[in-house]
């Protein structure tokens, strides 16, 4: 949230630092792309489409909504996944009142999001494993809460 509200092309931490420890630059097993893609993809893709701050809020609720998860129950499925139709309902309203005939084509272009969230998730996975392969004495657990608690705000 930061990073949009800020106008960054890249994510950070609320404080401003870089969403990787300085340390990260002594390890040869991480490439300069795929550190960039995790900074950089998302926010590219939210800057390409000029998304509004109740577009992102809409869009963020709908993405956190996110009924997939194998912890929860039946119900709570059913819950989120209504939740996650309201929260799209909404988004579709907003762009038909502020794009007119073309809302359904703004609101087609903001889901354009989703799969960049989704791949810069997997892209932070992968960064974890090789975090604790290469830097065990680092505190993945500790970095690893920060950066998901960075990614919710």
Do not use: W
Request: net charge positive; charged share 20%.
């Amino acid at each position: 949230m930061r990073s949009f509200n800020c106008k960054q092309d890249y994510m950070s931490f609320p404080d401003g630092k870089d969403v990787f420890p300085e340390s990260i630059s002594q390890v040869s097993c991480y490439s300069q792309p795929f550190l960039n893609r995790i900074r950089y993809k998302l926010m590219g893709k939210i800057i390409e489409l000029k998304i509004t701050p109740s577009e992102f809020l809409l869009l963020s609720a709908i993405i956190f909504c996110n009924s997939e998860s194998n912890d929860l129950s039946e119900s709570g499925r059913v819950l989120i996944n209504s939740y996650q139709k309201i929260y799209g309902s909404f988004l579709f309203q907003q762009c038909c009142r502020t794009h007119q005939q073309n809302g359904p084509l703004r609101f087609s272009e903001l889901l354009t999001v989703c799969p960049a969230v989704l791949k810069t998730h997997e892209d932070i996975k992968k960064f974890f494993i090789l975090f604790q392969m290469y830097q065990p004495e680092s505190q993945p657990i500790k970095l690893h809460r920060d950066v998901i608690e960075f990614l919710s705000l």
